[in-house]
């Protein structure tokens, strides 16, 4: 079975989309030459030429909104935005223009767009190049939220969200770039909406996004030892959510636990226990327990920053907490 | 320019049309029989039209908040307009956009827009796909003299710029951002001036003066279709009724009749008006004729709007999404 990294794959599925669609241009900051900040999109610029792998200025608005409207008027645009952090500066573009434009014209005007960025501390890049506030888009209607946790979800997802015709934000995890997994070498879709189960358990239900996933499956593997068997979920889009599939988990093991990296407070994990609180009440038999980042900006000394990030420690303390139920 | 008579009486036309669709949603308003926010265009018809007047069906717009102007002149239907601002089933957004998102995909209309300063980047993105389609369309962003000191507008013009887009700028400078007037807004008197910035031609105008807007146009857009890039076009001009309906008195927080008189005295409709009558293109008859004509055009439209059904409940749900999808390819 071949192996590729996380970057690979995207890059891998990037390069196959468009040679079969010649609606597809990328835009971004250092994607061309440079082959982006983390190489996603290396090479893509000798095979693709400068019409459709173009480097922009520094314009996160400008060069967002320029996807937006060149999705309307025929093209399939894939925006790099280099840290999810930035984002913000094209705020407007991407939750009042992008998310909206479909539903302000009563569905005249679509906007086949993919918008990729990453989250994650761990590279000693501070408060403005780390975070992880990819749960804040789940709160725009309009856009769906894709957040692949392995090489093999990263290229079936880009399949799918080049083969959508709504905006998308493609939520990468720098800490997974050099991952590597198996991915066929085929073409394959991954359907929105469909959780993966990506370990089966009678225990306790984990929901898990992104790098939480493998450390989520770590401890899983330590538990079994024990006799405890988690369940790991893996959403792969936020939105939409498999809500199905996470309810069916959760009536069977009684035991809820979130995993995302983004800060606790108003996060991902808050609508998961939020939605199993309203569906699955009476199944419960333990509170609900969120892991994810503390409600703090996201430190430099390697020493905090390695202390801010969600890991197999905060996973067993959850399952200990989780286990005095029991 | 030598233009076509039956083009001046067409140009002539739609910015009556503007005036009187506009006048009747002063009344409609003032009554209460529209719901909503409503930004009218009144005093500023020439831009729209002048502007528009040098484009194909193909081509593209993207229009402001105050966008009831731009897209009659791209050939929005009234009907449809109005039965949108009833917010009804039959207007253009099926009553989920209103007045600030009037959109038409089909003929070039990339939407107007809540947001100052939120079409420009659109526009780009318009102007990069025709480019990279190899078609020769062309795309005029509207945006006001308030927008005109967002990041976009830096944004937007830096990038057409380096990549020579086919996008003209046109900045209706109405000396007004909301309450806030120019002066206090920015330094420069000419917004055109920033052209420079991006090594791009750039023009100042009367934009009162259909005509000449329409030469500037003309110009910039010849610019853009032979592949030669982008042009700042701004047309000075005025707004008559305050930022929107509701605005009280007209504007009198930050403005007098006084202000407002002279500007009424440049009514761009009277001045083209007179162009018309003594070069002999339109007679006094045919000038009642076509104000007959679209005030009929325009009862029909209310009718329409009112005979319209308002959207279900369930129809909330809808247009979130795109249901159609792309196909894996």
Known sequence: MREITYAQAINEALRENMRRNNRIILMGEDIGRYGGIFQVTAGLLNEFGPDRVIDTPISEAGFVGTCVGAAMTGLHPVAEVMFIDFTTCAMDMIVNQMAKMHYMSGGRGKVPFVLRTNIGAGRGAAAQHSQSFHSFFMHIPGLKVVTPATPYDAKGLMNMALADENPVVFVEHKKLFITKGHVPEESYAIPFGKADIKREGNDITIVATHALVQKTLNVAEEMSREGIEIEVLDPRTISPLDRETILNSVRKTGKLITADEGCVSGGFGSEVAAIVAQEAFDYLEAPVVRVGSPDTPVPFSPPLEQFYIPDEGNIREAVNKILEYQ | ?329
Request: aromatic fraction near 8%.
């Open chain 2, 1 to 329: 320019m030598v233009l076509s008579k039956q083009k001046k009486v067409e140009m002539y036309r739609t910015m009556v049309k503007i005036r009187s669709f506009e006048e009747r949603i002063v009344d409609l308003y003032a009554r209460g029989l529209v719901p909503g926010i409503a930004h009218l265009y009144i005093g500023e018809e020439a831009v729209a039209v002048g502007a528009c007047a040098n484009l194909r069906e193909d081509d593209y717009i993207t229009s402001t908040h105050r966008g009831h102007g731009h897209v009659i002149a791209k050939g929005a239907d009234v009907k449809f307009m109005m039965a949108e601002l009833f917010g009804k089933t039959t207007g253009y957004c099926k009553g989920k956009g209103g007045s600030m998102h009037i959109a038409d995909v089909d003929i070039g209309i990339l939407g107007a827009n809540g947001i100052a300063g939120g079409g420009l980047p659109i526009a780009v993105g318009a102007g990069i796909s025709s480019k990279y389609r190899k078609t020769d369309q062309v795309t005029i962003c509207f945006f006001g003299d308030g927008a005109s000191n967002n990041g976009t507008f830096h944004e937007s013009l830096n990038l057409a710029a380096v990549h020579k887009l086919p996008v003209i700028f046109t900045c209706e400078n109405n000396q007004y951002a909301i309450s806030t007037e120019q002066r206090m807004h920015q330094t420069i008197k000419d917004i055109s001036i920033r052209a420079v910035a991006y090594d791009i031609p750039g023009i100042t105008v009367e934009g009162n003066d259909i005509m000449t807007v329409y030469e500037a146009v003309n110009k910039a857009v010849q610019w853009a279709r032979s592949g030669k890039g982008p042009t700042l076009v701004e047309c000075k001009t005025y707004r008559w009724r305050g930022h929107h309906e509701g605005d009280p008195n007209l504007g009198e927080r930050y403005r007098s009749k006084e202000d407002i008189k002279p500007w009424i005295e440049k009514c761009p409709i009277k001045r083209f008006e007179r162009v018309l009558l003594k070069k002999r293109v339109l007679t006094q008859a045919k000038i009642d004729h076509i104000k007959e004509t679209i005030q009929k055009e325009i009862d029909e439209a209310v009718e329409f709007a009112n005979a319209s059904p308002f959207p279900k409940h369930g129809d909330i749900y809808e247009d979130v999404f795109e249901e159609e999808m792309g196909g894996f390819r």
